[in-house]
């Protein structure tokens, strides 16, 4: 078994990984950040996120294991006192993972280029400094004509994110579905858009033409990337999943009742 680990650099953090490398060296257990079996993030959902995109190339063939430092994340399972446990299961429990549901972006400049991305938790689309007029498509037909801030597309597991804080409903991960919310969505007697959360099918998929493809800002699990000369941008469930190890896993709506709820 080869392992990466993935960590935030706070005080508490570097003390639970050099715990950690010990207990991987007593158990003769290789660390290998190029082709890992297992992802180790120790930190907060935000240092999962990034352990993601970090290995999203391979993600089809690794496990991820969250440990957190501080308050409870949704993509942590252990806590930083229960390293030797997991260390433990790791090393005795036989591989078994539940996997989840990503977001692939593919963005279509004017001149015919692609590029894809990847999300864990969502995408969303915004103009610098001027709202955002867009035709939106849902399986190729028009669904609305946007004017706003911008169009956040979020996964199951992102659910409980950005996409909760502008209103959209929480979805189990296990369902297999994209949610796209409005990001203040300017509603009138000119302008009139759905207003609400919308969740689609698997075999459907969000296609956004903005009326200007100039100065756009896409935001993709936090991180921004400025886009100019944009076309179209296409929205879908990947044919990829996230692969998270069963063991120690805890049951969602308890993580969803202890965070929102206490």
């Not at 209103?167 to 919310?181: D, E, F, N, S, W």
Request: with cysteine; net charge neutral; hydrophobic share 40%.
């Amino acid at each position: 078994m080869k392992v990466a680990i993935v960590n935030n650099s706070h005080k508490k953090t570097i003390e639970v990984v050099e715990h950690l490398k010990k207990l991987l060296a007593e158990k003769q257990i290789t660390i290998d950040e190029h082709q890992p079996d297992v992802v180790i993030s120790v930190g907060g959902d935000g240092t999962l996120l990034s352990a993601f995109h970090k290995y999203e190339k391979i993600v089809d063939s690794v496990r991820f294991i969250g440990v957190h430092t501080g308050h409870l994340g949704f993509y942590t399972d252990w806590r930083n006192y229960d390293i030797d446990q997991m260390v433990d299961a790791l090393c005795t429990t036989a591989p078994s993972t539940s996997s989840y549901p990503l977001l692939e972006l593919t963005l279509v400049m004017d001149d015919g280029r692609q590029e894809r991305f990847l999300a864990l938790n969502e995408a969303s689309i915004k103009r610098i400094s001027k709202t955002l007029v867009a035709n939106i498509y849902i399986k190729g037909e028009l669904f609305e004509n946007f004017r706003g801030d911008g169009i956040c597309v979020s996964t199951p597991t992102g659910s409980t994110a950005y996409s909760k804080a502008l209103g959209g409903a929480v979805i189990h991960p296990r369902l297999k579905a994209l949610q796209m919310t409005e990001i203040a969505s300017i509603n009138n007697r000119v302008f009139r858009t759905i207003g609400s959360p919308i969740v689609i099918a698997p075999d459907e998929w969000i296609t956004i033409l903005p009326n200007d493809g100039h100065n756009l800002i896409l935001i993709i699990d936090g991180n921004r990337i400025p886009v100019d000369h944009v076309n179209r941008v296409i929205y879908r469930i990947s044919k990829q999943r996230i692969h998270f190890d069963k063991f120690g896993h805890h049951h969602f709506w308890s993580r969803v009742g202890d965070a929102f709820i206490g």
